[in-house]
């Protein structure tokens, strides 16, 4: 962007003075960290040493083999896990679907049914480690609840979280082929259903990230989560489970971009939002329920295929930054982001970037260290304003079903990706490697050779699909089906114990899912090749 | 009409499951920027369907827009499938993922360009127009 405006076109002053802060008052725009309004962070105390939790996302293969990538992590200190499923999965797709032939094992863990998940957390401590999901939320959660259970650990001492984008999923390259309604149901059920079996777990993480990776400003970003965090408020809410049930535990995973003081900014001006939002509007009574956690992954979309070593210093700037807004966990985007899932080398380079700045930096000793810095408060009000404004402007434009359906959404996302591909190309965005400092190809070495080391799809996983079925006791399979498709057609029931229930019965995900957007008058295959599962 | 005075058509289409669409839009974007017409199928195709929807659109140019790695094995499927079809149409790969390893690989399979990050537009642009015309005429 021009270098008199942030990435957000926020316009910026040489400098700021108090001027820049009129009628500024420390209790009510700040107040102490742990206090309302929680700008200043969701704790009272500083971060400190190992204050965040550590984590880079993974997941390739089968889950044997995911299983293994977590133990290597965890032996060089990560402090917990992260995974992300391929993209069958995060289709809900079965492995041997025909669009899945090339697809399996390659850019996550390929994962269908609950032997599935009994190999991905093997030999896991889930009492002791926190899990966080960036998978189909309903299933996901199913799975875990019961291998928790055949693992002698109470569900309701699980910690982690799953990220939940029922609005945007279709439209941001994480399309599940259900409908809207289908969509939110299975995400309220989601999150009722772990309010009261699993209460420590994060059942409503706010997935602001992989929406905004098509190039959303962070305006646009937090403008659309926020919309979508009070839609599923308003619907828990009118199901008539109680706020104070549900709110501890909702999270936001947001994104961190190159603009240092810009993404601090927002994410200060998040904490703040919140907190008056539900305790304001929505009439929250427990401080918990203020106070939101935020989780961030650097930003993907800054990373470029050209001199990807110069990922690392990106990497480092931004969770810098985050380090500085003070988040309850980071994940750093590896350096081959452009090419690949992380290769066990650029994970341990993500990893250690987060060590370095947590063991060396010292910014973790005192809490919001950039707090009453006359740019930082005067941006942080600004974003405020500016994202409270755009959640008015789409909440004006009525119901989010119909904006959905009719690609209201759809248009937001394919601006910003056209926006962000026509400022790379004029210069507008300066980008070193791509517009500014290039070198030529033959010259691109330096860490090329792993960046462009590639995983072979899991082929296998399709013979291992068809004895896995074949080996099932089919009639209890139906029976779980035929439950799960009852249940679907009773509007009010929570979906959550059948999908366990049907789980437990050998069902795959591909086939409850299939059985969920029938009863929903959708193709049970998104792409018509299968038959019907009942 | 004058041949000449055609207007490029071009397929835009993704392989599989692959569905980040940043790059597909992009390029539809560029491509209709400089006058072509582009038929956009998006996300979820399978080599068949490219084919049938080429042929059936009439276009000049088949361009598969890859972020994941699925096309490195569609790609021998569509090209079978087009010499069954005694189709000679051009097919054109691009995409962040496409390393120069990869797009020798492809070009010798009879992919006639492919394109990784570091492509400039406007040889994109003139490349797709090159081939198209070199089709009609």
């Known amino acids: 962007m021009s270098e008199r405006s942030t990435q957000s076109r926020i316009p910026v002053k040489p400098h700021y003075t108090p001027g820049d802060l009129p009628g500024f008052d420390y209790a009510t725009q700040l107040n102490e960290p742990g206090a309302y309004p929680y700008t200043r962070g969701a704790r009272p105390r500083p971060a400190g040493r190992g204050g965040w939790i550590q984590r880079e996302l993974s997941g390739e293969g089968d889950p044997s083999r995911s299983n293994a990538q977590f133990q290597y992590l965890l032996a060089q200190g990560q402090t917990g896990l992260d995974v992300i499923g391929d993209a069958p999965t995060m289709g809900g797709l079965d492995p041997d679907h025909p669009f899945a ?29 926190t899990l966080s999901h960036s998978l189909p939320a309903a299933f996901a959660v199913a799975a ?12 309701a001492t699980l910690r982690g979280s799953v990220i939940q984008a029922p609005y945007y999923c279709e439209d941001c390259s994480y399309a599940i082929h259900m409908p ?33 990776e098509s190039g959303l400003d962070s305006v646009e970003e937090m403008a659309l989560g926020f919309v979508e965090i009070r839609g599923l408020v308003r619907e828990l809410l009118a199901r008539g489970v109680d706020v104070d049930r549900f709110a501890p535990r909702i999270a936001i995973l947001l994104n961190c971009r190159m603009d240092f003081f810009e993404e601090i900014a927002k994410i200060r001006a998040t904490r703040r939002l919140f907190a008056r939002m539900m305790r304001e509007e929505f009439g929250a009574k427990d401080p918990r329920s203020w106070a939101v956690n935020i989780a961030a992954h650097t930003s993907g979309l800054s990373l470029t295929a050209q001199q990807p070593v110069n990922n690392i210093v990106r990497g480092a700037i931004q969770a810098l930054a985050l380090g500085c807004a003070g988040v309850q966990a980071i994940e750093v985007s590896t350096f081959d982001e452009a090419f690949r899932t992380p290769s066990p080398e650029a994970h341990v380079v993500g990893l250690r970037t987060q060590q370095v700045i947590d063991r060396e930096s010292n910014v973790t000793m005192v809490a919001d260290p950039l707090g009453g810095s006359y740019y930082v408060e005067a941006l942080t ?45 004029d210069g507008t965005l ?21 960046a462009e080391r590639k995983i072979e799809p899991c082929r296998e996983r399709v013979a291992w699909m068809a004895a896995y079925r074949a080996q099932r006791d089919a009639s209890h399979v139906q029976a ?51 038959g019907d599962p009942l | ?58 276009v000049d140019v088949i361009g598969l827009s890859c ?15 087009l010499r069954t079809e005694g189709s000679e149409l051009p097919v054109v790969v691009g995409g962040s993922v496409i390393t120069p390893a990869d797009r020798q690989a492809v070009l010798d399979k009879g992919v006639r360009a492919a394109f990784g990050p570091t492509a400039a537009r406007d040889e994109i642009v003139t490349t797709i127009e090159t081939l198209a015309r070199r089709r009609r005429n």
Not at chain 1, 440 to 449: F, G, I, M, Q, T
Not at chain 2, 13 to 34: C, F, K, P, S
Not at chain 2, 38 to 49: E, S
């Open chain 1, 144 to 155: 875990l609840h019961t291998v928790a259970r055949e693992r002698g650990f109470d569900p």
């Open chain 1, 101 to 129: 032939a090339h697809a399996v094992g390659t850019q996550g863990v390929s994962l269908c049914c609950l032997e599935d998940y009994r190999q991905l957390y093997r030999d896991l401590p889930l009492d002791r480690i």
């Open chain 1, 381 to 425: 009000d600004e974003l405020e304003r500016r994202i409270w404004e755009m959640v008015q402007s789409i909440e004006a434009k009525g119901d989010p079903a119909a904006l959905s359906d009719s690609g209201w959404f759809r248009t937001v996302f394919q601006a910003a990706m056209e926006r962000h591909a026509r400022a790379l190309a």
């Open chain 2, 1 to 58: 009409m004058g041949i000449s005075m055609e207007k490029t058509r071009v397929l835009i289409a993704m392989l599989g499951l692959d569905q980040h669409e940043v790059g597909a839009l992009t390029i539809a974007r560029l491509l209709r920027d400089a006058g072509m017409e582009v038929v956009y199928a998006g996300r979820f195709n399978l080599p068949a369907g490219i084919v049938k929807a080429a042929i059936e659109e009439n």
């Open chain 1, 430 to 450: 300066e980008k070193v490697g791509v517009n500014a400092f290039q070198v030529p190809d033959a010259e691109d070495v330096l860490l090329r050779d792993v």
């Open chain 1, 180 to 212: 809207f309604k289908l969509r939110v149901r299975l995400a309220a059920d989601v999150i009722a259903f772990c309010s009261a079996a699993m209460p420590k777990f994060h059942a409503f993480l706010e997935d602001t990230y992989f929406i905004s």
């Open chain 1, 480 to 530: 779980g089906l035929q439950a799960l498709d009852t249940c679907a057609r009773d509007w009010h029931a929570n979906l959550l114990p059948a999908i366990v229930a049907a789980t437990e019965a050998g069902a795959t995900m591909g086939e409850m899912a299939g059985v969920l957007r029938r009863a929903y008058g959708h193709p049970a295959d998104p792409f018509r090749r299968l």
């Open chain 2, 67 to 81: 972020h994941s790695w699925e096309y490195l094995y569609y790609v021998d499927e569509l090209l079978q499938l």
